[in-house]
């Protein structure tokens, strides 16, 4: 592949859009490191992030996530980070990511995202109710703000090799477009 990643890529989205498998696949193809960062935070918490909401609630979560992203951000050093879902909710970290790193939205409908998360049981913001309702809720509030996001990828009716294609194809678009302006 004739493309190299200049700047560090961070990919926003719901729960169940994929992130973490396209963000590892995504870097494997650019010859980049790949970063998770609900494994980060798990590195660190030496526990799961379904114990660390159990035990120290959503608001420490977030605390912790938005260091790490601060970390993982304070060199300009190309790499693919996956994003926690609400981790681009805040006005904060939304800051940081779209002054440090190209911000891609990996987009997908409710519908595929509850198809996706209900074939796991390590999603605490679903533990508390119906999911199809939590999935349309946070699909509501979320998505206008994922919007924000420099690059919209859809992850629906793709494999993961036609989506990573697709992302490398829009960050190449994105680039040529950043370089005319």
């Not at 719901?14 to 973490?20: A, F, L, R, W």
């Not at 870097?27 to 660390?52: G, M, R, V």
Request: charged share 25%; proline share 3%; aromatic share 8%.
């Amino acid at each position: 592949m004739n493309f190299i990643l200049r700047t560090p890529i961070v990919l926003v989205g719901m729960m169940g859009s994929g992130k973490t498998t396209l963000g590892s696949r995504l870097a494997a193809s650019l010859n980049a490191p790949f970063y998770d960062t609900d494994k980060e935070i798990e590195k660190i918490a030496c526990c799961s992030i379904s114990d660390i909401f159990y035990y120290a609630g959503e608001e420490y979560f977030r605390k912790v996530e938005k260091q790490v992203i601060d970390a993982l951000l304070t060199d300009s050093i190309p790499k693919v980070i996956a994003s926690g879902g609400g981790s681009f909710i805040h006005p904060e970290v939304r800051k940081v990511i779209k002054d440090k790193a190209l911000s891609i939205w990996i987009k997908a409908s409710a519908h595929v995202l509850l198809e996706r998360v209900s074939r796991r049981s390590d999603r605490p913001l679903l533990e508390t109710g119906d999911k199809r309702t939590i999935i349309e809720a946070l699909t509501s509030q979320r998505y206008p703000i994922y919007s924000e996001a420099d690059i919209i990828v859809t992850s629906d009716n793709h494999t993961h090799i036609e989506t990573v294609k697709h992302i490398i194809t829009a960050i190449q678009k994105y680039n040529e477009e950043d370089a005319n302006r």
